[in-house]
């Protein structure tokens, strides 16, 4: 399905993807590169302070393999330099190697379409194609060498970037343990659970304004600011949401299926706001008894949750005084401790589940690689057992994050006044989805051209800056 709009790419300079090749890419790979350094630095410091110890460069690998990849680790250094020499360029995109990892093709045959129309370069491309191509790219880096194949570039930083949330995930934890004094009362009360509703879909929304690759742009403070959860700040942030249409989700959740599912975004704070919000669903509303987790199996748009990402999530809580940065107070740490156990209990029991085997580390084979395509949702297969057919029977599909409304909406020029439902294509009515998105691209719809000049008369940016927010639901009818 082809939409009636072009996409966006960085031909144009005062476009959101053009400061994106230009500047946030060549950042994001300078990181990775640093990582790279870093650890061939720590590996070959090691094996010369204990030059006869076995292993020395850490593992448990003798010299030999620590050779071995140290050298592996300069061969993609190498080749990260080279691709922002090429970026800057404007260079064709090369096809992406057999790694023996899922997509490939359908990359390649994405690529040779686009090179058909003259359209193969960095700055030619569609930005929603090139920007997956750039994380496929760089996994085939790491896929193919032997002792980097498990290593996902961007663990470390999003784990760093976790251990400063200790404030409000002290603050929403201790929200959720009060809740528990209230269960009865709300089990009877259908009429107070909707406005926790309406306050879980916010608190995960704005779960949703920071992420690592948007990083490039934000100080530590602007993040402390973004991740403030009361209640009166959230009041604040509402004129923010440009659309809210969490009333006709809340009917869908009482649809009869017992199933929510979330197509994740971020890891870290983002991934405990998700948490937290099918925590809420589980314990305390009556119609959903199942919420499934849909990670990437590569890593992703750097701070996309990978499956390792949930094991590291519950170890940051079962320990919180040495993980995070804040140690927490004894009522802090009960109230974490009550939360992290019960979703290791509902993981166990299946209240709680990934979509792919929780030891499924990055690109291994595990199915279709259905959320790291590059293509539009609607020109997915609608069939694929694996796709948008398992999600068929939920009750609620929630798309978080902006890569996924890019994905949504095909990251073309729509008319911003343009219907969600209609920005769909050939998605609409398939399944019902709601989508929780801070805006941080120049795609935008279902806003009025009276509200889109009042925004951009207020705050020029409002389509990049993570500051305004859309909450869009378009249901299994297609309304
Ligand atoms: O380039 C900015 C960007 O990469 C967006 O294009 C992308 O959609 C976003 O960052 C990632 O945001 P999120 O984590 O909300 O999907
Ligand atoms: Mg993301």
Redesign the pocket.
């Known amino acids: 399905w082809k939409a009636p709009y072009p996409p966006y790419d960085p031909g144009d300079p005062k476009g959101f993807s053009y400061e ?1 090749v230009v500047r ?1 890419w060549p950042i994001i790979i300078t990181g990775v590169i640093d990582r790279i350094h870093r650890l061939n630095h720590d590996a070959t410091m090691a094996s010369r302070s204990h030059p006869s110890e076995p292993g020395a460069g850490g593992n448990g690998k003798n010299d030999g393999e620590v050779n071995e990849k140290i050298e592996e680790g300069k061969g993609i250094i190498g080749k990260a330099s080279k691709l922002k020499y090429d970026m800057a360029r404007d260079r064709a995109l090369e096809k992406i190697e057999d790694d023996g990892g899922l997509n490939v093709d359908i990359f390649n045959v994405e690529l040779e379409e686009l090179v058909k129309e003259g359209k193969g370069s960095w700055f030619k491309a569609p930005w929603l194609f090139a ?1 997956c191509y750039l994380y496929r790219l760089m996994r085939t880096w790491f896929a193919m060498t032997k002792h980097w194949n498990n290593f996902d570039p961007f663990f470390a930083q999003k784990e760093d970037s976790f251990r400063g949330s200790a404030a409000a995930v002290y603050q929403l934890a201790s929200m959720m343990q009060e809740l528990e004094s209230e269960k009865e009362a709300l089990i009877k009360e259908p009429a107070r659970l909707e406005v926790l509703w309406d306050e879980m879909i916010q608190m995960c929304l704005w779960g ?1 304004a920071t ?1 690592l ?2 990083l490039t742009n934000l100080t530590h403070e602007d993040i402390e600011k973004l991740q403030t959860v009361e209640k009166e700040t959230r009041d604040a942030r509402k004129e923010f949401i440009l659309c809210d249409d969490s009333d006709a989700a809340w009917e869908a959740l009482k649809s009869g299926s017992d199933r929510v599912d979330f197509i994740l ?2 890891a870290g704070f983002e991934f405990f706001t998700d948490l937290v919000f099918a925590d809420f669903l589980v314990t305390y509303t009556p119609y959903i008894s199942r919420v499934v987790f849909h990670p990437k199996t590569i890593p992703w ?1 750097v ?2 949750v990978n499956p390792p990402d949930l094991d590291s999530l519950l170890r940051a809580l079962s320990s919180p005084s040495s993980f995070f940065s804040t140690p927490p107070s004894p009522a802090q740490a009960s109230a974490v401790k009550a939360l992290v156990e019960r979703w290791k209990k509902y993981f166990d029991d299946g209240s709680f589940s990934l979509s792919v085997p929780r030891e499924t580390g990055y690109g291994q084979k595990s199915g279709a690689d259905f959320w790291t395509d590059p293509r539009a949702y609607w020109n997915l297969h609608l069939d694929d057992p694996e796709g948008l057919k398992s999600l068929e029977g939920s009750a609620v599909v929630v798309f978080k ?4 409304f ?1 994905k949504l909406t095909g990251d073309v020029k729509w008319p911003c006044s343009t219907p969600f439902a209609e920005a769909l294509g050939p998605l609409k009515g398939r399944i019902p989805i709601l989508s929780l998105r ?1 805006n ?2 120049d795609v935008i719809v279902n806003v009025s051209e009276d509200v889109a000049r009042d925004v951009e008369r207020k705050d020029e940016k409002w389509r990049v800056n993570g500051k305004y927010a859309l909450i869009l639901f378009c249901a299994k009818d297609g309304v």
């Not at 994050?401 to 996924?404: A, C, M, S």
Request: proline fraction near 0%.
């Open positions: 994106t946030r920007e949703n992420d690759s948007l975004d971020n748009f701070s996309d994050g902006d890569l996924n890019r801070t941080k691209a």
